[in-house]
Nanobody
Framework: QVQLVESGGGLVQAGGSLRLSCAASGRAFTSLTMTWFRQAPGKDREFVAN????????YYDDSVKGRFSMSRDNAKNTVYLQMNSLKPEDTAVYYC??????????????????WGQGTQVTVSS
């Protein structure tokens, strides 16, 4: 079992920044691909960024490339998502997910076994 706890969401004006954290406990952190997804109201959950369990990455969706930066600290069993130049369309609940996944499958929410509770990010215009 893996438990994931996200933190760091909030309300920010367009152009601002936020940093999300996801702390993992349980199964060996370094054996898991860690991924950020987000879900806006009325929309499907979508891939944002991830770092493969082997350390390869991070990979980003085109919509956040150049603005978001993901990192992982294996010593702290934590991943981070630094979000800069935020836009209103970034408004969503952001979820941290973990799984033994790779390649194209790592982009799909249904491939992940472990999920955090989500943290709300709201960007005002």
């Amino acid at each position: 079992q893996v438990q994931l706890v996200e933190s760091g969401g909030g309300l920010v004006q367009a152009g601002g920044s936020l940093r999300l954290s996801c702390a993992a406990s349980g199964r060996a952190f370094t054996s898991l691909t860690m991924t950020w997804f987000r879900q806006a109201p009325g929309k499907d959950r979508e891939f944002v960024a991830n770092i493969h369990w082997s350390g390869v990455g991070p990979y980003y969706d085109d919509s956040v490339k150049g603005r978001f930066s993901m990192s992982r600290d294996n010593a702290k069993n934590t991943v981070y998502l630094q979000m800069n130049s935020l836009k209103p369309e970034d408004t969503a609940v952001y979820y941290c997910a973990a799984g033994r996944v790779a390649g194209a499958a790592a982009l799909l929410p249904r491939q992940y076994e472990y999920w955090g509770q989500g943290t709300q990010v709201t960007v005002s215009s």
